[in-house]
């Protein structure tokens, strides 16, 4: 892709994140950046040191790490469940909204990549997840508040700043997803494990 | 300390430095100057490191008031100005810096001896537009801190050979992009025989361009995917927009070329309404 960039494609989304967690594993100088999103790593080099051919060839190289091959950090959110599209989300995935609290609490998900917004982690479910295909409201919120927890398609989030945003929301959290001076600034990095606990 | 008063700050003046790579897998663009070869050559003049912050001034419209006598350096885009351009001028007791409205380019670079010493965020003193991250755009009265003194002596340079932005057609060298596939076999040949219009509603984020459209023949939905400035993205309408240093990270309409890197600064200086020729290269 261009002078400075290789884009890397595969099958499925669990594939993606082992091909993403081997490159980051296999860092080499010349490497600016990683990339991962739902099909796709975009290795991004300094041509300098690196160029896009070479990274290519050190990708194909690099091999994958499976879910199961790691214990990345885990990270536990409190959630209320208070959000406005509770009742719409779970008529949509087929369950009450206790059901869906017991299956959002209940699964294990993975951060697979950030999208959007700074911070803003596509968390995808280890296992069936909700169970079902959540649609984006029919018209987005102009202004989604800090902390909103939301679902849409197979994903869950939580939106790290007050934004606009079509995703369903179900619940709200205090924890903080986005400070520019922590380190690392996302709570919720690429490969980060999330668990979600309700709280009143 | 030393500092510069903002008398004018102009309609949209940031501070830039060479942004913040390295931080996309968290969503984090690189930002940074849009103009590097012109914000490297204000560096260099004043004798500043290459990762000193400098201000990216767009249109003009600006005047700066330094505390005490102090190098600066403009280049980037030309207009009147009260300093000549790609040279160190000695600014001496209360005397101010006067930028008016560019007549060549559009975005001019301020260098000042010290460089702009605002805090850094996540490394950089980049404004990243999009994100909010950085220092806000300046305000009339606010005070810009400068740095120490650089161990970097003001180079003795007679003159600099660069030219003025060019008001004519301009031509950049594209690349093909990783989703060409999507669109009609012809497609290459439309996107690179056109002379596209850069539309009024560029910024950094990307610069948009209209003409005959170029639609993806594949609408199959296109998961989001990691994006470069200089990649062109297209939208289901069939307008390109050549992304710029604070484009999102990533993106979902289909990458038909990508720029190739040497020609990206020429971006940072067209004008609305200008012309531009994307030049098939390989080289």
């Known amino acids: 892709m261009g002078d400075r960039a290789v884009l890397l494609e595969f099958a499925t989304l669990e594939q993606t994140l082992a091909g993403y967690r081997g490159l980051e594993a296999a860092a ?49 959110v409190p959630v209320r469940y208070d959000g406005e599209d509770l009742d719409a989300a779970s008529t949509a995935a087929g369950l009450s909204p206790e059901g869906l609290v017991a299956r959002h609490t209940a699964t294990r998900w993975t951060s697979a990549f950030i999208g959007f917004s700074p911070g803003f982690a596509y968390l995808v479910a280890e296992g069936p997840g909700l169970g079902a295909e ?67 | 300390m030393s500092a510069l008063t903002v008398l004018e700050p102009g309609p949209l003046t940031l501070v830039q430095d060479r942004g913040r790579p390295g931080l996309a897998r968290l969503g984090v663009g690189a930002s940074g100057a849009f103009d590097r070869g012109a914000a490297a050559l204000a560096n260099r003049l004043v004798g500043n490191p290459a990762e000193a912050a400098v201000l990216e001034v767009l249109l003009g419209g600006v005047a700066l008031r330094p505390w005490a006598p102090l190098w600066v350096a403009v280049t980037g885009a030309r207009g009147p100005a009260s300093v000549e351009p790609n040279t160190a001028t000695l600014l001496g007791p209360g005397q101010t810096l006067r930028l008016g409205p560019a007549e060549h380019g559009i975005r001019f670079v301020v260098a000042v001896r010290g460089g702009v010493d605002v805090d850094a965020v996540l490394g950089s003193r980049s404004r990243d537009t999009l994100a909010g991250l950085g220092p806000p755009p300046l305000r009339a009265g606010e005070v810009l801190p400068i740095g120490p003194e650089p161990a970097g002596r003001i180079p003795v340079i007679d003159a600099v050979p660069v030219g003025a932005p060019g008001d004519g057609e301009l031509s950049v060298d594209v690349r093909r992009g990783p989703r060409l596939d999507r669109f009609a076999a012809d497609a290459w040949e439309a996107l690179t025989g056109t002379a596209w219009t850069v539309d009024a509603r560029s910024d950094r984020t990307g610069i948009r361009l209209s003409g005959p459209p170029v639609r993806p023949t594949d609408r199959t939905e296109l998961p989001s995917e990691g994006m470069v400035p200089g990649a062109i993205q297209v939208s289901p309408d069939g307008a390109p927009t050549i992304l710029g240093p604070d484009a999102p990270v990533t993106g979902g309409y289909p990458v038909i070329a990508v720029v190739a890197d040497r020609d990206l600064d020429l971006l940072a200086q067209v004008r609305p309404g200008q012309s531009i020729r994307l030049r098939s290269s390989s080289r």
């Open chain 1, 28 to 76: 080499r100088p010349g490497v600016v950046d990683l990339i991962p999103a739902a099909r796709t790593v975009l290795v991004v080099v300094d041509p300098r040191i690196l160029s896009p051919r070479d990274a290519g060839v050190w990708a194909r190289a690099a091999v994958p790490v499976p879910a199961d091959a790691v214990e990345d950090r885990e990270v536990v």
């Open chain 1, 134 to 200: 959540i649609p984006r409201r029919a018209t987005s919120r102009p202004r989604v508040p800090a902390g909103s927890v939301g679902l849409a398609g197979s994903f869950t989030g939580v939106y790290p700043r007050e934004s606009p945003g079509g995703w369903q929301l179900i619940g709200t959290t205090d924890a903080v997803l986005w400070d520019a001076a922590a380190q690392p600034p996302a709570l919720l990095a690429p490969g980060t494990r999330v668990r979600f606990e309700a709280i009143r």
